[in-house]
């Protein structure tokens, strides 16, 4: 791809900037092995030339002008290049800083993202004052860094300057604080919101108690949310799903899981049907999930197989297990830790010619058993 160098949209001499980020070759890559991809990306190339040429003649350049070129770039993910426009930018407001932070959380550069959200705030000038828009670009963010200080600091700011009152807002700060560990936080957030909770604050805070096993819990404000006439949706009900799975609730998961197709005529997903398979197989029910499995409306993807792998392993269900390995290989012959699983059942019954016979079949299929990786240390 051809692009014009900052230095002659700016009309200043600057270093040479490179032609495109690595992810981006990666998008045109796949875009280009598809007659509709390659047709649509030399439509938006032609649109981004066409957009940089008549930015760089423009003899004056306005707020409005600078903030389409950083905020369309940024949405690219060329945030670089949007990083040296907005630093080149006379006069910024709201929306060149939101713009920015927002192409860094989506280029997953969380960090870059938090420290120009606080760059920002630390100014203290009126017009670069966070909106509600902003608080909801670096919040992914702070939820990817993992760092409860950053967001409680985000939160107190939120309060201090009324932003909280946005039901948008709060939303994300229940989510925020239940993907950084702070449920207490959560929970917080979703009381003082009193009037203004709707079925994402529910649907929130739900998850965010199934996420840190509190199925109880979570199970309650599903009931109570029914009680006050909000009504679930199928990502809901997935949450409620998920808590009664990792607490071991399986005729109220089964409960659910029969309300939402027959009470509210919602159609189950995939994710529905691999919670109930989970849940089953987490039971010692396997001949249930394995049936539930067979007669899925659906195809069904190597996560489903894998799962009831998994709960096989937990209890020794050889021939079950075999039967996944092969579901498993019919849909992907690549990865080898499905065959470890195996070859670590069997060990574990006994069975060691197996197991050894197992092993040596990962290693004639060449297979890769991809490692496991472990965030050491805390983020504040």
Request: with cysteine.
């Amino acid at each position: 791809m051809t692009w014009f160098p900052p230095s002659q949209l700016l009309g200043q001499q600057r270093p040479p900037f490179r032609a495109a980020s690595p992810h981006l070759h990666s998008l045109i890559a796949l875009l280009l092995g598809h007659q509709d991809g390659r047709r649509q990306l030399l439509q938006i190339h032609a649109q981004l030339v066409a957009h940089q040429a008549a930015f760089g003649e423009m003899p004056t350049k306005n707020m409005v002008t600078w903030n389409v070129m950083i905020t369309g770039f940024a949405a690219w993910g060329e945030v670089e290049y949007a990083r040296i426009l907005f630093e080149h930018m006379p006069c910024k407001n709201v929306v060149s800083w939101t713009g920015l932070i927002d192409g860094y959380t989506r280029a997953c550069l969380s960090g870059e993202a938090v420290a120009l959200f606080r760059h920002m705030i630390a100014g203290g000038i009126s017009r670069f004052s966070p909106s509600e828009i902003t608080v909801l670009a670096v919040i992914p963010a702070i939820s990817n860094l993992g760092g409860i200080l950053m967001g409680e600091m985000l939160h107190g700011y939120c309060e201090k300057n009324g932003l909280v009152s946005d039901v948008w807002v709060g939303n994300s700060l229940i989510d925020m604080y239940a993907k950084i560990g702070s449920v207490q936080n959560s929970l917080k957030v979703f009381n003082e919101m009193l009037d203004r909770r709707n079925l994402v604050s529910w649907t929130s805070i739900i998850s965010g108690f199934a996420m840190h096993g509190l199925s109880i819990e979570a199970v309650e404000l599903f009931a109570e949310m029914r009680r006050e006439g909000i009504r679930p949706n199928r990502i809901t009900f997935l949450s409620v799903l998920n808590a009664c799975n990792h607490g071991g609730l399986v005729e109220k998961g089964l409960a659910f899981f029969k309300s939402m197709v027959y009470e509210y005529n919602i159609n189950p997903e995939v994710k529905h049907f691999g919670c109930i398979i989970d849940m089953l197989g987490r039971a010692g029910r396997l001949s249930e999930a394995e049936q539930i499995i067979e007669g899925l409306p659906m195809e069904v993807n190597v996560v489903v197989w894998r799962t009831l792998l998994g709960c096989c392993s937990k209890y020794g269900e050889v021939e079950m297990g075999q039967r996944a390995i092969k579901k498993i290989l019919n849909l992907e012959r690549e990865s080898g830790g499905d065959f470890a699983v195996l070859s670590n059942m069997l060990n574990e019954l006994g069975w060691f010619s197996d197991a050894e016979q197992a092993r040596k079949l990962l290693d004639e299929r060449k297979t890769v058993k991809v490692p496991g990786l472990a965030l050491v240390g805390e983020i504040r």
